[in-house]
């Protein structure tokens, strides 16, 4: 009964025709009935059958002019009660008209009994249905029970959230808290139960389908804690927004999601508060290149909000920096603030138009060639991207007097074992010894060079999560390369509060190193992206071991055995401490791997060797892993 009338849509009209035209039929019979005090013998003397007839027929004539049968009958009102009085008057004047031409077709006396019977019937069973339809909507429709976590102002509106949408067919069955002074209380109808004590009680007696983690207060390792609890249960987790992510200030229903593996790893976020950061960007000129990318767009995402004078965004992909354009032109009116560059940070000469035409006062450069196991079967464009590209940027800073000069680097630059990781720590050399050149020539020079160092960000393009989710939905199985292997996370918004925070804190040549928490085992990741997404592993999805990749590692690493490390304002934040080099001869090596890119006729293996030779002669903690440059090791 519940179903088919949760399916009913519209009834088709030629059935409340027919429902019309069988009243119409009956009010004609009532009114002969009534009319002959109900003797049946009677019936036949008035040929009562033709009287009918004819009243049915009326009925249907004047339907179809008034078309009394439009409305949506659930939905009846005032104007479709109208219509059908219309429609009945408009039967009794045919009926009547037909009575005069026909003597005694049917008796003026049963013909107006037969107009009052079907005004009321035809009015009253539309009134029923759409009382019928008001009441069904109002019975509880129970298609999931859930339990909301956290007793305070988020989750109070949460449950008013639910009770209030029609669309969820849910019902609240309790609160759980931790705080003991809450216990036992009720709020909003609902009682309040003890997280720790009550959990597997509520859960057995209820048989809950979700769980809503409403609270904005409750730390990582309790999160992580609760969500097994739900999982070994089977019961989805979701969680509310924070109220400064409310969408327009406002909470709404579509807001609540799934929790997902970001929400789970790393660690308790770190608070980048800077009071500095607005005085320093505001009404500047800021470049940011790589702006496409994952790190890149999030700078935009950021900057933009401290109203920079002028905000020039550098990709060679124009894909990609058309959405980040599009997405904040969306988002508060620019004009001509917003500059898209379409450039290759190789190409010197667009870069030399880019800093006459711009005049960039801070520079973040997000730029580069990421991915390891490529990286090291591309060696030249590795270099020539991640060392060229940055030597173009960083020589054209100090020429055209840019303020700030920040790069991002990586963990990878730490006793690397790639290609890409010795790139990007050669990189860091660079702009170290330029800005120790320039401060021995000019102790106030105008441009100071910054380095920020941080681990994997989560969900960024290519990283181990969004390849993760895609083997789950094929199916799997899931690829790790090996049991053991470990990696830092951190949120992409929370590394660009560091870049920005850097670009704000140093006065030039350090590397900012953030504390990353502890690392976490890849294929305990896998694991628990496997449980969240209510599969089982070994079941109904595989983890399988591939082996490590040409130049990766098993642990990556934030500092040299050889750094030590200087606190800074911020207990998250330290200086690493590095051996400085003399730029002339960083120089001369960068001039040998440009005579190789752009001179040598070779190519192959041979220039691949050759170019990483030179690397390792200017990062001698270079020693690579998996790879067969790793007889250049021996």
Known sequence: MKRGISTLNVLPRWIIVFID?????????????????????????????????????????????????????????IQDTLRVLYACLLTLVIALGVNSISENAIPYSIAAIAFFVSVVVLTSYRLVVKELFAFYRTIPKVSKKIIIFGAGQSGMITKQLLDNDTSTNVKVIGFLEDNPRKIGNVLSGVRIYSARNDFEKVVIKNNPSELIIATTNMSLDRKNELVDQCLEFGIKVSTVPSADQW???????????????????????????????????????????????????????????YN?????????????????????????????TLVCFVADVTNRE????????????????????????????????????????????????????VKKFVMISTDKAVNP????????????????????????????????????????????????????????????????????????????????????????????????VFDMGKSIK????????????????????????????????????????????????????????????????VKSHYSDLETLIYSTPSSGDDLDMKMVKILKTLIQEYRSKESKFTMLDR
Request: aromatic share 8%; proline share 3%.
């Open 21 to 77: 035209l069988v009243v119409y039929s009956l009010s004609a019979l009532v009114g002969y009935l009534l009319r002959l005090n109900f003797i049946v013998e009677n019936l036949y003397a008035y040929n009562f059958f033709r009287g009918v007839i004819i009243f049915t027929i009326a009925g249907l004539i004047s339907s179809l002019i008034t078309r009394s049968f439009a409305g949506i009958i659930r939905y009846t009102g």
């Open 247 to 305: 969408i327009g200030g406002e909470f709404g229903i579509d807001q609540i999601h799934e929790v997902k593996i970001e929400d789970l790893l790393g660690r308790n976020p770190i608070s980048l508060k800077n009071k500095y950061v607005n005085q320093e960007l505001s009404g500047k000129s800021i470049l940011i290149t790589g702006a496409a990318g994952s790190i890149g767009s999030e700078l935009v995402r950021q900057i933009v909000r």
């Open 308 to 336: 920079p004078s002028k905000l020039i965004l550098l990709d060679q992909s124009e894909s990609g920096l058309f959405e980040i354009e599009n997405e904040i032109r969306g988002l508060r009116s620019l004009g001509e």
């Open 350 to 401: 667009r870069l030399k138009r880019l800093f006459s035409q711009y005049k960039p006062e801070f520079v973040f450069h997000a730029a580069a060639y990421k991915h390891v196991p490529m990286m090291e079967i591309n060696v030249p464009e590795a270099i020539e991207c991640n060392l060229m590209g940055t030597r173009n940027l960083a020589d054209l800073s100090v020429e055209h007097d």
């Open 417 to 512: 074992t790639s290609v890409m990781g010795a790139t990007k720590r050669a990189a860091e050399i660079y702009v170290q010894s330029l800005n120790n050149l320039l401060s021995e020539i000019e102790a106030d020079s105008p441009t100071r060079f910054i380095t920020t160092r941080f681990g994997n960000v989560l969900g960024s393009n290519g990283s181990v999560i969004p390849i993760f989710q895609k083997q789950i939905q094929r199916g799997g199985p899931i690829t790790v390369t090996h049991p053991d292997i470990t990696r830092y996370f951190m949120t992409i918004p929370e590394a660009c509060s560091l870049v920005l925070e850097a670009g704000v804190m140093g006065n030039g040549g350090e590397i900012f």
């Open 522 to 585: 890849i294929v305990e990741l896998a694991k628990r992206m496997i449980q969240l997404s209510g599969l089982k592993e070994g079941k109904e999805i595989d983890i399988v071991f591939t082996g490590l990749r040409p130049g990766e590692k098993l642990y990556e690493e934030l500092l040299d055995d050889k750094e030590n490390t200087m606190s800074t304002h911020h207990p998250k934040i330290m200086i690493a401490k590095v051996r400085s080099l003399d730029f002339s001869k």
